[in-house]
């Protein structure tokens, strides 16, 4: 059976969902399917995950196509690229004709799955891992009301209701489907995102991240790692430590960058928060020493982003095995779920909330959670098989 991948992005970089494509494309290689990759291309000479070196050129073909990557605030030079991209990838199958499609996430999906249906003719599994333009609307960055919305949700709607299959990363992002664009919720499958699980921290006397910021004695770290963007909710973070000055044994990290980064600098100096240290990006070979160098991760959204996305890193904070206190909706299922296991979850907009649960923690009257239970969710090598088994069974 011949598979063809459309990637949203490129093994040229370290992406968010690196691993996971990886992953995905490998379970197929290692089930017989002979698939034809189809990425974005940055460098003069591609790069491409050392495990798929045996399969190139015989079970994995990979078509490259130039690209050149946008500002991040420049949205419609994006969004235009990504439209060329797509229709290119579209040409490309066209040409090698695929038995079967896997599409990876994106805001300009309804191109790919129409082609998909009237020109190749072919069945296609919408993989959806961030919901548009719920989460900009979630985020307060667009308005129901306005015309991108509307044009949004009706392209994404029909990417939805015509692709053969669909899986997402969360329930709570499911619900968000069926509720919001009337999909059938049997269409759906739930597949949760997993972690680095090739990556593993060093002893801590050899740990990178605390060699390049030493940690104090008796000194309880709360790490925040990811993008600083504006649907991540770093600023409750920030409230938190204005109020935890007074702590001087507890100090916050904020790990990583992106176009909400300076507004976020500016508070701490303007509430002089002498407690938090901006860290910058750290090298992704590096993830599980991060996270296992924090004594609490924290990992926090805006109010009502749970349902149109999760975060990646939650998987990589449980292989840690270290105290997690995620701040998402509390109605939510993935809040649910963290409590179920033991963990602490605080809404979204109560910095208050979340200070107490630090210090529960830190004075060690909570306990870590069950985390075998909680990464069951999570687990490679079971959610790798669902992919392979959704393709084989459209």
């Known amino acids: 059976m011949k598979v063809a991948v459309v990637s949203i992005g490129s093994f040229d970089t370290q992406y968010s969902d690196y691993h996971i494509m990886r992953d995905i494309i490998l379970g197929m290689l290692e089930r017989g399917f002979d698939v034809t990759l189809i990425q974005k291309q940055y460098l003069d000479i591609p790069r491409y995950p050392e495990s798929f070196r045996k399969y190139l050129g015989t079970k994995l073909k990979v078509k490259n196509i130039r690209f050149e990557k946008k500002a991040k605030a420049d949205l419609k030079a994006r969004y235009l690229a990504d439209l060329f991209y797509y229709h290119k990838a579209c040409k490309l199958m ?41 989460n900009a609307l979630f985020a307060g960055i667009l308005n129901s009301n306005s015309l991108i919305y509307k044009v949004a949700h009706a392209l994404q709607k029909y990417a939805y209701k015509n692709a053969n299959a669909l899986s997402t990363i969360s329930d709570d992002m499911k619900k968000t489907i ?18 680095h699980e090739e990556l593993r921290a060093n002893p801590l ?8 910021f030493p940690k ?53 100096r303007e509430h002089e928060l002498g407690n938090m240290k901006f860290v910058g990006m750290q090298p992704p070979e590096d993830v599980a020493d991060l996270y296992q160098a924090a004594d609490i ?21 449980l292989i840690a095995h270290k105290p997690i206190i995620t701040c998402v909706d509390e109605e939510s299922g993935f809040a649910d779920i963290v409590k179920k296991f033991g963990f602490i979850n605080t809404s979204p907009e109560n910095p208050d909330a979340l200070k107490n649960a630090i210090i529960q923690v830190a004075e ?27 393709i084989e069974k459209m």
């Open 94 to 134: 066209k040409k090698d004709l695929p038995d079967k499609i896997f599409l990876q996430s994106n805001n300009t999906a309804f191109i790919t799955v129409w082609y998909a249906k009237h020109i190749l003719k072919r069945p296609i599994l919408y993989n959806e891992q961030d919901i548009f333009p719920e």
């Open 178 to 195: 069926v509720n919001r664009f009337g999909i059938d919720k049997d269409k759906i499958k739930v597949i949760y995102n997993w972690g």
């Open 205 to 212: 006397s050899e740990n990178v991240f605390l060699k390049r």
């Open 216 to 268: 104090k004695d008796e000194e309880t770290r709360v790490v925040y790692a990811g993008n600083l963007g504006k649907m991540q909710n770093v600023e409750l973070i920030l409230q938190t430590a204005a109020r935890m000055k007074e702590y001087k044994d507890i100090s916050f990290y904020i790990v990583g960058s992106g176009v909400n980064e300076e507004n976020l600098k500016k508070y701490a």
């Open 297 to 317: 991760n924290v990992i926090p959204l805006q109010g009502g982003l749970i349902y149109a996305a999760l975060p990646s890193k939650t998987a990589d904070c």
């Open 364 to 390: 060690k009257k909570r306990k870590m959670g069950d985390f075998s239970l909680l990464h069951a969710l999570f687990d490679r090598d079971k959610n790798v098989t669902k992919y392979c088994d959704m």
